[in-house]
């Protein structure tokens, strides 16, 4: 008797074990499946950020396409003071040199003529009443932010020529055309007004449109979608009635010729 108690005991423990272990077999499959559920839907929502549409194929934030650092702080007006600073000296500049028609170098003499002589009758008024002359800094220009601006420069003209090489020798009808039309809208804006003025509206324009863009960034990639698909449509009728004749009566044969 005691031995078939036993045995029921120890079927009983085993029956139960069983069930505990499928409750926790079946607990691991289900979290292993909502951690596989958790990755797909990562993973979707990942390819979906993936395929939402950037104006001009943009996949960097505006901040690092105005080139990171000072000069795109200013821009987007990330300390306020500094880039109303900014602003401010460009539209006084403008207003001083365009609508008063005030010139340069006068500007520059004249500016010269009231600091020197304004601090020449401070430190004269200061000895004359036995107080300290005042404390005139240097100015010097730092020579390495100099040399960095200069490389840059150096380094964005040099691949302007490398596009302009490769437009000229004619392998991409299609940027070729894109930078004569950029052209000549450019030399009837420029017979419009000045340099100066020009020079203004560019900075004004800076100032005014990666801030707004960064602030409703997502409906103007929407609306710039549906525009550069219009226009890719437009592209290929013009490519297929224009183009394209116009590509295939320029003589080859010579060409082919020489090569030969």
């Known amino acids: 008797?005691?031995?078939e108690h036993k045995h029921e005991e120890s079927t009983g423990e085993s029956f139960l074990e069983k069930i505990v272990e499928k409750i926790h077999g079946h607990g691991d499959s289900s979290s292993l499946s909502d951690s596989d559920d958790d990755k797909k839907?990562?993973?979707s929502s990942s390819s979906f950020k993936s395929k939402i549409y950037r104006l001009f194929g943009r996949e960097k934030p505006v901040h690092k396409v105005l080139g990171g650092g000072k000069p795109a702080d200013i821009f987007l007006w990330r300390n306020k003071?500094?880039?109303g600073g900014v602003f401010g000296a460009v539209t006084a500049s403008w207003i001083l040199f365009e609508l008063i028609e005030y010139h340069l170098l006068p500007f520059l003499c004249h500016f010269l003529i009231i600091a020197l002589a304004a601090l020449f009758l401070w430190s004269n008024a200061c000895t004359f009443i036995h107080k300290a002359t005042p404390h005139i800094p240097e100015v010097h220009i730092p020579e390495d932010?100099?040399?960095h601006f200069v490389s840059g420069l150096r380094i964005e003209i040099n691949r302007g020529f490398t596009v302009l090489r490769n437009i000229a020798s004619g392998r991409?009808?299609?940027k070729f055309i894109l930078v004569i039309t950029g052209l000549w809208v450019l030399s009837v804006i420029g017979s419009c007004c000045n340099f100066l003025t020009l020079f203004y509206t560019a900075m004004v324009l800076l100032f005014t449109i990666p801030v707004l863009y960064e602030k409703y960034e997502d409906k103007v990639?929407?609306?710039g979608e549906k525009a550069?698909?219009?226009i890719k449509k437009q592209y290929a009728v013009l490519d297929e009635k224009v183009l394209s004749k116009?590509?295939?009566k320029i003589p080859r044969g010579a060409l082919n010729k020489k090569k030969d």
């Open 1 to 3: 008797m005691v031995d």
């Open 41 to 43: 839907s990562s993973s």
């Open 81 to 83: 003071k500094v880039s």
């Open 145 to 147: 932010p100099v040399l």
């Open 172 to 174: 991409d009808l299609k």
């Open 221 to 223: 990639d929407a609306f």
């Open 228 to 230: 550069m698909k219009e």
């Open 246 to 248: 116009v590509m295939s």
